[in-house]
């Protein structure tokens, strides 16, 4: 069983910039597909973000391409995601999961979330 831990979320001003981690442990993530998902007040989990378990090919949600930049390290069993331009809307709870790449659905349970909060 994978143990995700993500972490980075704060309060930032709109424009500003987050970088976050996801830490795997219990068992190593480089086998899978990783990716970030978010949850507003008030609405459904999203996709935004994916990454092969290679790492050399990604994919991203509309509202955050060009912004937000997802990358791994296997050797730290580590998923990261790096956004900038921060807007309003990118406001909620970042999670990351194992996922199946070309459907993006998760695999395994959620870790606890790290909240981005983005003031404007």
């Known amino acids: 069983q994978v143990q995700l831990v993500e972490s980075g979320g704060g309060l930032v001003q709109a424009g500003g910039s987050l970088s976050l981690s996801c830490a795997a442990s219990g068992r190593t993530v480089s086998p899978y597909a990783m990716g970030w998902f978010r949850q507003a007040p008030g609405k459904e989990r999203e996709f935004v973000a994916a990454?092969?378990?290679?790492?050399?090919?990604?994919d991203y949600a509309d509202s955050v391409k060009g912004r937000f930049t997802i990358s791994r390290d296997n050797a730290k069993n580590t998923v990261y995601l790096q956004m900038r331009s921060l807007k309003a809307e990118d406001t909620g709870v970042y999670y990351c999961?194992?996922?199946?790449?070309?459907?993006?659905?998760?695999?395994?349970?959620w870790g606890q979330g790290t909240q981005v909060t983005v003031s404007s």
């Open positions: 990454i092969r378990r290679s790492g050399d090919s990604t």
């Open positions: 999961s194992a996922i199946f790449y070309e459907s993006r659905a998760p695999i395994g349970s």
